[in-house]
């Protein structure tokens, strides 16, 4: 059954105190702080100041967001590393991949977040060739340009799911299947839908998976996590790396390096122990709220906005079809970051990127939240392409 748009808001909105004061509409760029996350910081204080120096339990609880991400993804605890950021993982796998045999090829699409296209060029020193899939006019990448890039000599194919410029989604099932047909392995870059729509990597059938908390998992920034497929990890041996890589951190030797026998030789230095508590507590309360019924919200709420869009008659540069997209809506405006200060003032909280204005809703926000949106940009509409 749907979800009445407003179920959702009402139920969770009281954990998030921002509401109080702001209308927050930009999960794209961080979650929202929810008590439980507030909580989970002034615990990790606590404990810091009751015990000194507690590592087993940090350590334990290093494991406790392993099985928490696992659980997130429908990964196994052994085919997941926790790490600072996404680009510590993509770093540690990169450096996992010779590109001096037939396969020097990486194929990353123009929908990437900036690491991923960076990292893949930093491998050109490794010999590596990088080959970038272009976009259409339309803001979709067709499968058939991918089918021109990936081939034998693919050594990698890096795709975002929900792209952070336009909102536009990958078919990742289309493309796993496609990159394996060709034997190259396909990485996932799920910054921008995890905890927002159902993200599970045997559904999806990607071999690597790299995303954080801090956007839709109501966590902070420095903690994210990799997945890496069960089969590919002892296969792989990453020389970016460090002592919490290694089979048994506790050894503490420096005359040897065994790296860990599951993807936790994917992790590196001491872990972020406060954001580990931080996301643990986002995470669960992610799940607890709900990511599929967050999904039906959002749609509902993202239907609302866009019908108010056309109104206006502005242009929504993010592909309409759900399937195509995300949680997140960009729109055309002539003066972007102006057009994010003047509702800024009204207290409203967006971003924008490449001249687009980026609004994006979560369980938090309600159908009012979009009215006070459309309201703003109907006030501010000599801002917005095609309404001015
Ligand atoms: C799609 C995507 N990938 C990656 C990142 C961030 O990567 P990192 O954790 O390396 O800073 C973001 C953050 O905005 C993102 O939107």
Known sequence: MA?????????????????ERLTYINSCSQGALSDAVR?????????????????????SQLDAARTSVAGLLGADEDEVAITTSVSAGVDALMSAISFEGERDKIVVSD???????????????????????????????????????IDDRTALAAVTHVCFRNGARTDVEALAALAHERGAPLLLDAYQSVGSLPVDVHALDCDFLAAGALKYLLGSAGFAFFYCRRDLVERLYPTATGWFADRNIFEMDIRDYSPASTARRFEAGTPPVPAIYAAIAGIELMREIGIEETEKHVRGLTERLLEGVDELGAVVVTPRAWERRGALTCIASTGAEQLVAALGEQGIVTSSRDGNLRISPHCYNSAEDVDVVLEGLRRH????????
């Open 381 to 388: 509409r000599c801002l917005l392409r095609g309404a001015g």
């Open 39 to 59: 909580d989970a910081y002034t615990r990790y204080l606590s404990d810091w100041d009751e015990h000194g120096a507690p590592w087993e339990y940090w350590v």
């Open 111 to 149: 929908f990437e977040f900036p690491t991923i296209g960076q990292i893949s060029h930093a491998q050109e020193r490794r010999g590596a060739r990088v080959e970038h899939v272009p976009a259409e006019a339309d803001g979709t990448i067709p499968l058939e340009r991918f089918e021109a890039a």
């Open 3 to 19: 979800v009445s748009v407003d179920t959702l808001a009402d139920r969770v909105r009281p954990r998030f105190p921002i509401f």
